[in-house]
């Protein structure tokens, strides 16, 4: 079966940086994206980046020259650099991976707070 196991949240002030890691494990068929989302309290769940197989990248307009998203197929991970970090960034962010299946992470609360 297929898990997705994040890490690297946690709190931060503004202007610092986190990098969030997530792990796929078990058989994923197909192809498929691997990216990250996030939910801010009272907000809807929105795409932060993501990346395909052969390398395409997205970013929201919200983080983009701020994040960097990196993936190792071999290896099964998606990274999420993040710097510049702003309190809007607040949020848990959840790890996906969207194909003929999609799967997601448990979720890693970021906060970005003095």
């Known amino acids: 079966q297929v898990q997705l196991v994040e890490s690297g949240g946690g709190l931060v002030q503004p202007g610092g940086s986190l990098r969030l890691s997530c792990a796929a494990s078990?058989?994923?068929?197909?192809?498929?994206?691997m990216g990250w989302y996030r939910q801010a309290p009272g907000k809807q769940r929105e795409l932060v980046s993501a990346?395909?197989?052969?390398?395409?990248?997205i970013y929201a307009d919200s983080v983009k020259g701020r994040v960097t998203i990196s993936r190792d197929n071999a290896k099964n991970t998606v990274d999420l650099q993040m710097n510049s970090l702003k309190p809007e960034d607040t949020a848990v962010y959840y790890c996906?991976?969207?194909?003929?299946?999609?799967?997601w992470g448990q979720g890693t609360q970021v906060t970005v707070s003095s």
């Open positions: 990346v395909t197989m052969s390398g395409n990248k």
């Open positions: 996906a991976v969207r194909g003929s299946s999609d799967y």
């Open positions: 078990g058989s994923i068929v197909g192809i498929y994206t």
